[in-house]
């Protein structure tokens, strides 16, 4: 029998609140995914003014770092054109995303879960998921 780590409610929720003050520092309205380590949905904000596009990349991106373990970013530097990893963005049923602003949430060097943020520019969506995860690990 295996025995799974994954986000609480309590969990997401912090991450949720650190991700929103720093694009509150930015006045960047942004959405915001947190998934278990299966990449799937716990808690979901969406800040007044934030883009209907950012509502579902939000969570792909969540959903990515979840199951791929690692950022989003990092598949963007890989999957180039004529790389080996060309092509892995139209995985998951589509929902592979390359673009910056998702990351695994670790406890213990395990995956627990995700967060992705999208609203602004990849770095300011970047910045945010950051932060959230900062304020996770402080609390």
Sequence with gaps: MLTIQRL???DAERLIEGAEAKARELDVP???AVTDEAGHLIA???MDGAKQLSVKLSDDKAHTAALAKRPTHEYNEL???GSLV???HTSAG??????????????????VGAIGVSGGA??????CAEAGLAAFDGG
């Design 8 to 10: 609480s409610a309590a």
């Design 30 to 32: 942004m959405c915001i």
């Design 44 to 46: 979901f904000k969406r």
């Design 79 to 81: 999957c180039q054109p």
């Design 86 to 88: 060309f092509g892995i």
């Design 94 to 111: 589509g929902r592979f995303s390359i673009v910056g602003g998702g990351y695994p949430v670790l406890a213990d060097g395990t995956v």
């Design 122 to 127: 990849v770095e300011q969506d970047m910045a």
